[in-house]
C-alpha cells in the first residue's frame, strides 16, 4: 500500500496530537472531504482519519496506524465503492470488509462501529448493481457483529424516480456536495446508535 504512504504518515503525525477518545470517521474521500465534521457532530469529538482514493482493502491494512493510536470511543466507516470502481466483485469487496472488522473485534472489541452504505453516485451509476449487492452483504455481514450497525443511507439519495439525486454530489459526480453530506449526517444521527444525541454525551 505504498500508494497511500505519504498522506498515511501525514495522518499519522495528526493523530498523535488528537486527545483519545473521539469519534473516528476513517474510510476512502468522501470521508477525508466531509470537513464540517466538528460542526456536523459537535458532542462526539469527531476525528476525521479518511485518505482519498483509499479502498476497504487499504482501510484494512493501515488500521493499525490510523485507528488504533486514537483510541477511539465509537467508529464510522465509509468505503468500498473505490474497490468496485478498481474492478473488484461485489464479494471480494465483502471478504476486504471482513479483514478490516475482524480488526476492529480484535483491537477495539467494545466499539461500536457504524459502517455508512456504499452511495450510488452518478459518476459510478454504472456500477450500481455491484454497488446495490455490495451494500446487501455487507449489511448481512453486520447481522452477526453485535458492535457493528449497518446505516443504509443509498434509498435516500435516489429521485423518486430512482436515480441518483444530482444536487447530493459536487461536480464531478461522485465526491458529496454540502447538500450530500447534510444528508449523511440527517441519516447518522437518525440511524447510527453511537451518533444519536441521547449516546452522544461525552463521559
Not at 20 to 44: A, C, I, K, N
Not at 93 to 102: D, I, P, R, T
Request: glycine letters at 6%; proline letters at 7%.
Amino acid at each position: 500500500m505504498v500508494l497511500f504512504e505519504e498522506e498515511v504518515r501525514e495522518l499519522e503525525r495528526r493523530i498523535s496530537t488528537y486527545p483519545r477518545g473521539g469519534t473516528v470517521f476513517y474510510g476512502s474521500s468522501s470521508m477525508r472531504l466531509w470537513d464540517t465534521l466538528e460542526q456536523d457532530f459537535p458532542e462526539v469529538q469527531p476525528i476525521n482519519v479518511g485518505f482519498g482514493g483509499s479502498t476497504l482493502a487499504a482501510c484494512a491494512w493501515h488500521f493499525e496506524r490510523l485507528v488504533v493510536p486514537a483510541q477511539p470511543r465509537a467508529l464510522v466507516l465509509y468505503a468500498g465503492d473505490n474497490d468496485l470502481a478498481e474492478g473488484r466483485q461485489p464479494e471480494e469487496v465483502c471478504l476486504f470488509f471482513y479483514a478490516l472488522a475482524e480488526k476492529i473485534q480484535h483491537h477495539l472489541p467494545n466499539v461500536p462501529v457504524t459502517f455508512l452504505s456504499i452511495k450510488p453516485s452518478p459518476a459510478r451509476w454504472a456500477l450500481v448493481d455491484q454497488i446495490r449487492t455490495t451494500n446487501i452483504l455487507i449489511a448481512e455481514a453486520i447481522e452477526d457483529m453485535p458492535t457493528f450497525q449497518f446505516v443504509d443511507a443509498t434509498s435516500v439519495m435516489l429521485t423518486k424516480d430512482g436515480q441518483p439525486e444530482r444536487d447530493l454530489y459536487q461536480m464531478d459526480g461522485l465526491h458529496l456536495s454540502p447538500i450530500g453530506y447534510a444528508r449523511w449526517r440527517e441519516q447518522l444521527i437518525l440511524h447510527a446508535n453511537a451518533l444519536k444525541p441521547s449516546a452522544a454525551v461525552l463521559a
